[in-house]
């Protein structure tokens, strides 16, 4: 669930990449970095731990020049947050260059690494992610494009790539399109990101998605495009819909404002609150989600819930003791609001229900008589191999607990969950061709073997940092 940005053939591209990272934030809070290539083909790396606004100071900026960058925002579904797992990935071989920045996660990373390290590949992080640089150095392609389809043959899982070859920029995004990524024209140049939102704050002009399968180079030449990876079913991840893309995106050719707000009127639907006097949102990628359910529902929307900004996703933490602190920090209650008050909080999804159980005991102090919680997805119930940060059940409170344990534990009035068929209905291209085995359980392809030695790095011992 990281987020990627890309520039080819734009002045100052490393200074546009920044500026595109920053409307990615939201898809990863521990590191950020951008790699750029010159006019002479030399490649500068400059990577930190932390906020993109905190990683590049005017000395880093100033020594990342040349029309060609590529950046990387991480979000760790696994292991360590660590510099050395910081992307994007610089590599130098023979007399060459590639960089690499990877959104998603290998299903099989422990069987590429194994092979990789038998054949005497040496790692320095332990992503996923490197297993692909170790790929591509290793082909033999005619064209660079050649070279990245062969290396990617025989990968699984979610991937979308921006990848740099001495002076040739290529994108690829996985045969069963889990992650979105977009790519859009600024003037001569050609501007690639997970969501279209990074293309706006640079004035890119959107074109299309990049298609499931296809690898994308352009350089000198200009743009070209193949289909060089064996074709699969879709499969495009609905919790980005559901919570993880900004509302101000289009997502998967649907603006995800729309699909937030068509969940809500749908969940009204399915699970009203008769009688409730005010609907307020868990701000704020529930907002559009009230917003839909209090339009269906005739009842008044306020904003009873006040966040501060100033506190980052507490979801994408990458530890549990990390999210119980910003909790407390992170919202306010509007005692005038509350106070009385039979309420509906809508939110778009639980997950280890650390956020809402301390959220109810916020209104709850804050005076609210009754607290219907209402929740615009589907309870999430099995782990996710695909880049979402569920890795084990154990963590999921809904596959702990029945619906009843959930309302004690939760200590709400009532709670209401919207269906999967709910959910899926109102998605912008129809219900299928979307993964939602962490809703159902049905995984759409195998799982991976060894999941517990995936998260332990490989085989390696080490915690593995998934992209």
Same mark, same amino acid.
């Given at each position: 669930?990281?987020?990627?940005?890309?520039?080819?053939?734009?002045?100052?591209?490393?200074?546009?990449?920044?500026?595109?990272?920053?409307?990615?934030?939201?898809?990863?809070?521990?590191?950020?970095?951008?790699?750029?290539?010159?006019?002479?083909?030399?490649?500068?790396?400059?990577?930190?731990?932390?906020?993109?606004?905190?990683?590049?100071?005017?000395?880093?900026?100033?020594?990342?020049?040349?029309?060609?960058?590529?950046?990387?925002?991480?979000?760790?579904?696994?292991?360590?947050?660590?510099?050395?797992?910081?992307?994007?990935? *610089?590599?130098?071989?023979?007399?060459?260059?590639?960089?690499?920045?990877?959104?998603?996660?290998?299903?099989?990373?422990?069987?590429?690494?194994?092979?990789?390290?038998?054949?005497?590949?040496?790692?320095?992080?332990?992503?996923?992610?490197?297993?692909?640089?170790?790929?591509?150095?290793?082909?033999?392609?005619?064209?660079?494009?050649?070279?990245?389809?062969?290396?990617?043959?025989?990968?699984?899982?979610?991937?979308?790539?921006?990848?740099? *070859?001495?002076?040739?920029?290529?994108?690829?995004?996985?045969?069963?399109?889990?992650?979105?990524?977009?790519?859009?024209?600024?003037?001569?140049?050609?501007?690639?990101?997970?969501?279209?939102?990074?293309?706006?704050?640079?004035?890119?002009?959107?074109?299309?998605?990049?298609?499931?399968?296809?690898?994308?180079?352009?350089?000198?030449?200009?743009?070209?495009?193949?289909?060089?990876?064996?074709?699969?079913?879709?499969?495009?991840?609905?919790?980005?819909? #559901?919570?993880?893309?900004?509302?101000?995106?289009?997502?998967?050719?649907?603006?995800?404002?729309?699909?937030?707000?068509?969940?809500?009127?749908?969940?009204?639907?399915?699970?009203?609150?008769?009688?409730?006097?005010?609907?307020?949102?868990?701000?704020?990628?529930?907002?559009?989600?009230?917003?839909?359910?209090?339009?269906?529902?005739?009842?008044?929307?306020?904003?009873?819930?006040?966040?501060?900004?100033?506190?980052?996703?507490?979801?994408?933490?990458?530890?549990?003791?990390?999210?119980?602190?910003?909790?407390?920090?992170?919202?306010?209650?509007?005692?005038?609001? *509350?106070?009385?008050?039979?309420?509906?909080?809508?939110?778009?999804?639980?997950?280890?229900?650390?956020?809402?159980?301390?959220?109810?005991?916020?209104?709850?102090?804050?005076?609210?008589?009754?607290?219907?919680?209402?929740?615009?997805?589907?309870?999430?119930?099995?782990?996710?191999?695909?880049?979402?940060?569920?890795?084990?059940?154990?963590?999921?409170?809904?596959?702990?607990?029945?619906?009843?344990?959930?309302?004690?534990?939760?200590?709400?009035?009532?709670?209401?969950? *919207?269906?999967?068929?709910?959910?899926?209905?109102?998605?912008?291209?129809?219900?299928?061709?979307?993964?939602?085995?962490?809703?159902?359980?049905?995984?759409?392809?195998?799982?991976?073997?060894?999941?517990?030695?995936?998260?332990?790095?490989?085989?390696?011992?080490?915690? #593995?940092?998934?992209?």
């Amino acid at each position: 669930m990281c987020g990627i940005f890309g520039v080819y053939g734009v002045r100052d591209a490393a200074a546009l990449t920044q500026l595109g990272l920053y409307s990615l934030q939201h898809r990863g809070q521990e590191s950020a970095g951008i790699v750029a290539v010159d006019d002479a083909r030399h490649a500068r790396v400059s990577r930190a731990m932390g906020l993109v606004s905190e990683g590049f100071g005017d000395e880093e900026m100033e020594a990342l020049r040349g029309p060609i960058a590529i950046g990387h925002t991480r979000y760790s579904t696994a292991g360590a947050s660590a510099i050395e797992n910081a992307q994007p990935i *610089l590599a130098r071989v023979r007399r060459s260059h590639i960089a690499l920045a990877h959104n998603g996660n290998l299903t099989n990373a422990v069987e590429l690494r194994r092979d990789l390290e038998d054949g005497g590949a040496i790692f320095s992080s332990t992503m996923d992610s490197e297993a692909i640089v170790h790929r591509i150095a290793r082909a033999h392609g005619a064209t660079p494009e050649d070279r990245v389809a062969e290396a990617l043959q025989g990968i699984e899982g979610a991937y979308c790539l921006l990848i740099i *070859l001495d002076d040739t920029v290529l994108v690829a995004r996985d045969p069963h399109g889990w992650r979105p990524l977009v790519m859009g024209r600024l003037g001569d140049g050609w501007v690639f990101a997970s969501e279209t939102c990074a293309l706006d704050i640079v004035g890119a002009v959107y074109e299309r998605e990049v298609q499931p399968g296809e690898i994308i180079a352009v350089d000198a030449q200009g743009l070209r495009s193949v289909y060089a990876l064996p074709p699969a079913p879709i499969h495009r991840c609905v919790f980005e819909h #559901v919570y993880f893309a900004r509302p101000d995106s289009a997502v998967f050719s649907g603006s995800v404002d729309r699909s937030r707000r068509a969940l809500g009127r749908q969940l009204a639907r399915e699970c009203p609150a008769p009688g409730a006097d005010i609907v307020f949102a868990v701000p704020d990628s529930s907002n559009s989600a009230a917003l839909g359910f209090a339009d269906e529902s005739g009842t008044s929307y306020e904003l009873a819930l006040i966040r501060n900004h100033y506190i980052g996703r507490t979801f994408i933490l990458p530890t549990q003791a990390g999210r119980d602190a910003k909790v407390k920090v992170k919202y306010n209650p509007v005692r005038e609001l *509350l106070e009385g008050k039979s309420v509906v909080m809508v939110d778009d999804s639980i997950v280890r229900g650390t956020t809402t159980r301390g959220l109810v005991s916020l209104v709850r102090a804050a005076g609210a008589r009754e607290v219907h919680m209402r929740v615009s997805s589907a309870p999430i119930i099995s782990p996710c191999y695909y880049g979402i940060d569920t890795p084990r059940r154990e963590e999921l409170i809904a596959a702990q607990m029945t619906h009843d344990e959930l309302v004690r534990h939760l200590g709400v009035d009532s709670l209401g969950y *919207l269906s999967i068929d709910g959910m899926l209905s109102v998605m912008p291209e129809g219900p299928g061709g979307y993964c939602h085995a962490c809703f159902s359980g049905k995984y759409p392809t195998a799982t991976p073997s060894e999941p517990e030695l995936l998260r332990a790095g490989g085989g390696a011992g080490l915690p #593995v940092g998934i992209a």
